[in-house]
């Protein structure tokens, strides 16, 4: 417990080694451990804001084009194969999920996928199991594009706090060194003082890109859910129009 408390953040005796590195070499082993912990965040958090941008712009594109092919499809048989030409398209996969379970609601179940057009009406109880199946695509779809996001939030809101506990402490074992020496002069207590500002520091360049890039993601994520529910209603529409009103 006497290394923690030990002045060796500040060379009391000597010059104010203003160097950054130097100055996180030089912190006391709590402050380092804190500032390996904010090292940690920051770099997970710079690895999910890298592959969620890899995977959210896929998205946004594969949603684009499956939605051009599906807007030229004169049938819904024929949309069947251009939406796995998309495995990254949310829209796509709603796509999917709402066709098949419109097949297994026909009323000719030995009938090919690619006969769906031509099979007869479909109960209206049918038209809420496809609703339903829907809407948990979206919903499944939803939750793929958030994951991980939480880390990010987690680092915003935490990271700020970690850091605030580096500089406490640092403070804390630089006021110890300084009651020791007897001298409360501005050259003996300012290294310390920086010096312990670091974790705070630290603890802000982890937070912000967090914070910022969560909530940069969060709205990309709501358009696409927005998409994915218009596609779903329409789908529904056509289902309506064309099936059951046969």
């Known amino acids: 417990m006497g290394t923690l408390f030990a002045v060796s953040a500040v060379d009391f005796g000597g010059e104010f080694r203003g160097n950054l590195l130097q100055m996180v070499i030089d912190a006391g082993p709590m402050v380092q451990f804190v500032l390996l912990l904010l090292l940690v965040f920051s770099i997970v958090s710079w690895a999910i804001i890298l592959m969620k941008y890899r995977v959210i712009s896929r998205t946004e594109k594969e949603n684009n084009q499956f939605l051009d092919a599906y807007m030229n499809a004169s049938k819904l048989s024929d949309v069947l194969p251009e939406s796995k030409r998309y495995?990254?398209?949310?829209?796509?996969?709603?796509?999917?999920?709402?066709?098949?379970?419109?097949?297994?609601?026909?009323?000719?179940?030995?009938?090919?996928?690619?006969?769906?057009?031509?099979?007869?009406?479909?109960?209206?109880?049918?038209?809420?199991?496809?609703?339903?199946?829907?809407?948990?695509?979206?919903?499944?779809?939803?939750?793929?594009?958030?994951?991980l996001l939480g880390?990010?939030?987690?680092?915003?809101?935490?990271c700020p706090f970690i850091g605030l506990f580096g500089t406490v402490w640092g403070i804390m074992n630089a006021f110890r060194g300084i009651g020791a020496r007897g001298s409360a002069t501005l050259a003996v207590v300012a290294p310390g003082i920086s010096e312990a500002l670091i974790a705070t520091a630290f603890g802000l360049a982890a937070?912000?890109?967090?914070?910022?890039?969560?909530?940069?993601?969060?709205?990309?994520?709501?358009?696409?859910?927005l998409e994915m529910d218009n596609f779903a209603s329409e789908f529904l529409n056509i289902v309506e129009r064309h099936y059951l009103q046969r």
């Open 87 to 147: 495995p990254n398209s949310t829209i796509a996969e709603v796509f999917r999920a709402g066709y098949l379970e419109l097949g297994k609601i026909s009323r000719t179940p030995r009938a090919s996928q690619g006969d769906l057009l031509d099979a007869p009406g479909i109960e209206m109880r049918g038209l809420d199991n496809v609703e339903r199946a829907l809407h948990r695509a979206c919903g499944t779809e939803t939750s793929k594009l958030e994951s």
């Open 207 to 225: 937070a912000i890109p967090a914070v910022v890039f969560y909530n940069y993601y969060l709205n990309r994520i709501r358009s696409i859910s």
């Open 151 to 158: 880390f990010l939030a987690t680092t915003g809101s935490a």
